[in-house]
């Protein structure tokens, strides 16, 4: 019977998911917008702008860029100094978390509820790195 995984990996492998998620998102929403043979070709041109939604996919796919390789490392230092679970575990699931909320929210156009939700975030990766201190 395999060694179960600790929840930061476990939650590092569903990031992965996430990420998938969002380039999804994004990718289907732009090529509505600008039309699959765009976005087959080399794109040597310049695009056309971005509508609202496919505009707000980008931007959200941006924003979790951002914090995600934070999140990639500090789960790794985590596990592999045997300091996970604890604050770190919790921190780890807030960041999944608020992150998952983050998307719809964004795509939504919801103010200052998206804003908490990457705040949030933030906290999860301080609660993160608080325990490798």
């Not at 596990?79 to 960041?95: K, S």
């Not at 939504?108 to 509820?113: C, D, F, I, M």
Request: glycine content about 14%; hydrophobic content about 50%.
């Amino acid at each position: 019977m395999p060694t179960p995984l600790p929840p930061e990996i476990t939650l590092l492998g569903w990031s992965v998911v996430l990420l998938l998620v969002h380039i999804a998102i994004q990718g289907g929403l732009s090529a509505r917008q600008r039309g699959v043979a765009w976005g087959a070709g080399a794109r040597d041109a310049l695009p056309s702008p971005l509508g609202t939604y496919a505009g707000r996919a980008q931007r959200a796919l941006d924003n979790f860029k951002e914090t995600y390789p934070a999140f990639i490392a500090l789960a790794l230092a985590l596990v592999l100094t045997g300091r996970g679970g604890g604050a770190g575990e919790t921190g780890a699931w807030l960041w999944f978390c608020a992150r998952v909320v983050y998307l719809p929210l964004y795509l939504l156009g919801v103010p200052w509820v998206r804003s908490a939700a990457f705040g949030v975030s933030l906290a999860g990766l301080m609660m993160m790195l608080s325990r490798l201190g």
